[in-house]
């Protein structure tokens, strides 16, 4: 494959991610992520609202003028949000290497199916299925029945 179609798929692929992500965040659908929609999708996650990559995130709407971050300002943040903040935290290739355990169709998305595999695999959990459940709607947030990468990340961050 030419050098410029993988930059390309992976460009794409990053784009993906990012609007995912910022989907994620903009509870009300007006195309802007503010400070309250940020704390309020943490809150839900049972993450720690006080934790740095949150913190970066609520400053950055904060000192915007207009008290929120539009897609191109949320990209920077996101971009913040996902590297390490200090040497216990884990990369963001470690965070990508675990997600890929997971996906194991590589599709980008962990199904309820793949969830289980995984599970399964580590051989310690006594009922894969209800475990899976559970992470499940722990980490699918906006309810299509798979986890992106920007949900794993997100919950991975803040928990």
């Known amino acids: 494959m030419a050098r410029g179609a993988v930059n390309r798929k992976l460009s794409a692929k990053h784009t993906d991610e990012v609007i995912d992500a910022f989907n994620l965040f903009d509870a009300d659908k007006d195309n802007r992520v503010n400070a309250s929609e940020i704390l309020s999708l943490i809150k839900l996650l049972g993450g720690q609202v006080d934790c740095p990559h949150i913190q970066a995130m609520v400053k950055a709407c904060d000192n915007?003028?207009?008290g929120s971050l539009g897609r191109e300002e949320f990209l920077e943040q996101w971009n913040v949000f996902k590297e390490k903040v200090d040497e216990e935290e884990e990369s963001e290739d470690e965070i990508k290497e675990a997600f890929?355990?997971?996906?194991?169709?590589?599709?980008?998305?962990?199904?309820?199916?793949?969830?289980?595999?995984?599970?399964?695999?580590?051989?310690?959990?006594?009922?894969?299925?209800?475990?899976?459940?559970?992470?499940?709607?722990?980490?699918?947030?906006?309810?299509?029945?798979?986890?992106?990468?920007?949900?794993?990340?997100?919950?991975?961050?803040?928990?």
Do not use: H, P
């Open 100 to 159: 890929r355990i997971y996906d194991k169709d590589g599709d980008g998305y962990i199904t309820k199916e793949e969830m289980v595999a995984a599970i399964t695999q580590m051989g310690f959990v006594r009922n894969c299925e209800e475990e899976a459940t559970k992470c499940m709607e722990e980490m699918d947030l906006d309810k299509d029945g798979r986890v992106s990468y920007a949900e794993f990340v997100i919950k991975w961050r803040v928990s």
């Open 64 to 66: 915007n003028n207009e």
